[in-house]
């Protein structure tokens, strides 16, 4: 079955180039185009989708608080931001939001397509190096260590899931953590796994903004 895609974007050559490019992949297909985030919801209401590309900077109703309508409903789609290295704080908000992972707009085709594959079968799509460069711009707008109380479900981590909690947060691979601690990824998955259970998360670029917010971590990539 073909991956469902909507995109939103209000610039139309945008658009366009990203139909053509998921037109020709045998396993996509794009099912609804929007060009704001109103015309984005109303279209979901009518239309089954799998994965959303979605534009932060859009009139009458921006990416962000589209996004965060988006993922606030049941069986929600996944959603893929789409940003410039100019508007990553608004990367870092859809992150919060709910979405999945942010892509840059003149991301290589081979790269969107599979960040569109890895979204759609749940996995995260923002790559470590970019993570950490994210993240290291945002310090500002992060809370320093010690200031904030930490999410109450941390004390039911184990020491060896906090460790891993902590790597993913700086950016690390499940490959780069397995030889790190010396584990199998198959091993480390696991770990992710339940982390992401205990702490009622979605995916792991949760687990980044979540170990970022209470300090677990800090900015640049360095643990408390």
Do not use: W
Request: hydrophobic fraction near 45%.
């Amino acid at each position: 079955m073909s991956i469902r895609v909507m995109l939103v974007d209000d610039q139309v050559l945008l658009r366009t180039g990203f139909r053509m490019v998921l037109a020709a992949q045998p396993d996509m297909e794009v099912v609804a185009e929007a060009g704001d985030g109103v015309e984005a919801l109303e279209a979901l209401r009518s239309t089954a989708v799998d994965v959303v590309l979605m534009d932060v900077r859009m009139p009458k109703l921006d990416g962000v608080e589209t996004t965060r309508r988006i993922c606030s409903e049941p069986d929600a789609p996944k959603v893929l931001i789409l940003t410039t290295f100019d508007l990553d704080e608004y990367a870092f908000s859809g992150l919060k939001a709910g979405a999945s992972g942010f892509m840059l707009k003149d991301v290589p085709p081979a790269e969107l397509l599979a960040a569109i594959r890895s979204v759609h079968s749940g996995d995260a799509v923002v790559a470590p190096s970019t993570t950490r460069r994210l993240l290291d711009r945002f310090s500002p707008m992060l809370p320093s260590s010690g200031k904030e109380p930490e999410h109450k479900e941390l004390g039911r981590l184990t020491e060896r899931e906090r460790e891993v909690m902590m790597l993913v947060a700086q950016g690390l691979s499940n490959g780069e953590i397995a030889a790190r601690l010396v584990l199998s990824e198959a091993t480390v998955k696991t770990h992710v796994g339940r982390i992401l259970t205990k702490l009622g998360l979605r995916d792991r670029v949760q687990v980044v903004v979540l170990a970022y917010e209470t300090g677990l971590v800090r900015a640049g990539g360095g643990a408390v």
